[in-house]
Antibody, heavy 120, light 109 residues
Framework: EVQLVESGGGLVQPGGSLRLSCAAS????????VTWVRQAPGKGPEWLAN????????HYGDSVKGRFIISRDNVKNSLYLQMNNLRAEDTAVYYC?????????????WGQGTTVSVSS | QSALTQPRSVSGSPGQSVTISCTGT?????????VSWYQQYPDKAPKLIIY???KRPSGVPDRFSGSKSGNTASLTISGLRTEDEADYYC?????????FGTGTEVTVL
């Protein structure tokens, strides 16, 4: 079964850091771009960042550029999101997703999400 | 990055058709044929139902169809069913980034 499983969410104070992980299974992780998307309570999804198969082509959304770092470990079939200088507005469910083999511009498999709460 | 504009809600009776619009700019929806649509149930992850404006992934019913004209993409659900009651989001590529729509709640009356 093709699967993505996020972990690492939790409660963190403003200004703090958190590292999210996403474990991939059931497909050849090294063949796909992967991405992070978040969804604040009651809001629509927000695209955060993506990374190519080799980890050397990375793009960020404006709201997280300079604070978040996306990376991957192809040996461990894992995707990561290092989140620094967290703000209250970063409170959201964070999803990892892979791009489809039939379209490099659509996300066909999503994880179940991990919740990040930023509050003092 | 500004979100794409969708109607807040649409509704229809079982068997009817509903259409959800997704309005962007020439830098996203109008500039690329890379619009996708996602269906989301409460407390669940989004599910891909349309990609590259008009294409359906395997397993998605052909009641779902997509189109685009200028800077506006559309999702049509034909033969509405109770299980179609969910939130729907469009998403467009925008020059190395992606932007999602504001979301539309579909209610089956």
């Amino acid at each position: 079964e093709v699967q993505l499983v996020e972990s690492g969410g939790g409660l963190v104070q403003p200004g703090g850091s958190l590292r999210l992980s996403c474990a991939a299974s059931g497909f050849t992780f090294t063949r796909f771009w992967v991405t992070w998307v978040r969804q604040a309570p009651g809001k629509g999804p927000e695209w955060l960042a993506n990374i190519n198969v080799d980890g050397d082509d990375i793009h960020y959304g404006d709201s997280v550029k300079g604070r978040f770092i996306i990376s991957r470990d192809n040996v461990k079939n894992s995707l990561y999101l290092q989140m620094n200088n967290l703000r209250a507005e970063d409170t959201a469910v964070y999803y990892c997703a892979k791009y489809a083999v039939y379209s490099g511009f659509a996300m066909d498999v999503w994880g179940q999400g991990t919740t990040v709460s930023v509050s003092s | 990055q500004s979100a794409l504009t969708q109607p807040r809600s649409v509704s229809g009776s079982p068997g009817q058709s509903v259409t959800i619009s997704c309005t962007g700019t020439s830098s996203d929806v109008g500039g690329y044929n890379y619009v996708s649509w996602y269906q989301q149930y409460p407390d669940k992850a989004p599910k891909l139902i349309i990609y590259d404006v008009t294409k359906r992934p395997s397993g998605v019913p052909d009641r779902f169809s997509g189109s685009k004209s200028g800077n506006t993409a559309s999702l049509t659900i034909s033969g509405l069913r109770t299980e179609d009651e969910a939130d729907y989001y469009c998403c467009s590529y925008r020059d190395t980034k992606y932007v999602f729509g504001t979301g539309t709640e579909v209610t089956v009356l």
